[in-house]
């Protein structure tokens, strides 16, 4: 798997150049991509299990419920794109909305963990012998890195659930819904979006009890000690995450407890007590404000399905 240790390569040399320009400014940041190593991966699989985190389960009902209604607006024979694929277990229920028809054709997981998306991608295809799975390790929103899949002729559709939409900023998240609909053109996109609600709610998601959300935060500093050969002390950095309901977004910090030097790359970086790396916004949205954007870049909103609280939702658009 030469190619797979090429993107791997590129991926840690990625990370080293986003760390040091985010270590650089003020404040500090780093694209919460770089949690999905292959240990965050598999912290992020425990969030998704957790009481408190009810994105992955209300949307795993959703798809339940309604996988026939959304297998109809997908159309048959089509090819699926899934982006930020994780552990394929969204997908499954789709397939199973599918497979009684036998209409789906080739299923492309695309994901930045190499070694989380090869053995997912084993696994499904033991479970759906029919199915053809063709896993592209890629970063989606560089473009560059998705050209097999722009190079594929026959009707496309993406399915990007889980509110990972929601880790982008507004332009961030304009460029992708764009790209999508470039890619997509002539099928439609799939997506799962977290709803604006209660922030106690919210904040309970993002604070669970056991410390898991903590473990994976704190999981960018332990992968870049190991892959960069930085220096961080885990102990000295806290998980620090909040509701804003004016940005209507969950921010993710990792806040110092103390004052402290941090090496990397031949660079020292003073962190002052008290001062944060911010690792992740969870943007949160309206049905409406959902649609709005699609709308504004290029997409024709379909029908939205929901669970019955309005915790989360899924999205049809059509491109
Ligand atoms: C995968 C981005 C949707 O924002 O809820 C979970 C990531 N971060 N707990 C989210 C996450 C902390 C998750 N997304």
Redesign the pocket.
């Known amino acids: 798997m030469a190619d797979d240790v090429d993107a791997r390569a590129a991926q840690v040399s990625a990370f080293g150049h986003d760390l040091l320009a985010g270590l650089s400014k003020t404040p500090r940041s780093i694209a919460?991509k770089y949690?999905y190593d292959a240990a965050g991966s598999a912290l992020?699989d425990r969030?998704?299990a957790l009481p408190e985190?009810y994105?992955t389960r209300t949307e795993l009902g959703i798809l339940e419920r309604h996988g026939r209604e959304m297998a109809d607006q997908m159309g048959s024979r089509v090819d699926v794109v899934e982006f930020?694929a994780?552990s394929l277990a969204k997908i499954r229920l789709l397939l199973d909305a599918f497979s009684e028809r036998d209409a789906l054709g080739r299923y492309f997981p695309v994901d930045i963990s190499a070694q989380h998306l090869e053995g997912a991608a084993r696994r499904l295809r033991t479970d759906y012998a029919w199915l053809h799975v063709q896993p592209v390790v890629a970063d989606y929103m560089r473009h560059e890195q998705l050209r097999v899949l722009e190079q594929m002729p026959g009707r496309k559709v993406g399915f990007f659930p889980?509110?990972?939409?929601?880790?982008f900023d507004a332009d961030e998240a304009m460029m992708f819904l764009q790209l999508a609909a470039r890619l997509l053109a002539g099928g439609g996109l799939l997506v799962?979006v977290?709803l604006v609600k209660d922030p106690l709610t919210l904040h309970r998601?993002?604070n669970d009890s056991q410390g898991v959300?903590a473990a994976?935060?704190l999981n960018v500093l332990r992968r870049a000690n190991e892959e960069l050969g930085a220096d961080f002390d885990l102990k000295a950095f806290s998980h620090y995450?909040f509701y804003d309901p004016l940005e209507r977004r969950?921010e993710?910090h990792l806040v110092s407890s103390r004052k402290q030097t941090v090496h990397l790359a031949g660079s020292a970086f003073r962190f002052e007590e008290g001062e944060s790396l911010h690792t992740?916004?969870?943007?949160k949205f309206t049905i409406d404000g959902f649609r709005a954007l699609a709308a504004s870049a290029g997409f024709k909103p379909g029908p939205v399905w929901t669970d019955e609280a309005k915790l989360f939702s899924v999205h049809w658009l059509e491109s």
Not at 280 to 283: F, L
């Open positions: 919460p949690f992020f969030i998704c985190y994105p930020g994780g889980g509110s990972t939409i929601g880790n799962g977290d998601a993002y959300t994976f935060n995450a969950i993710m992740e916004n969870s943007h």
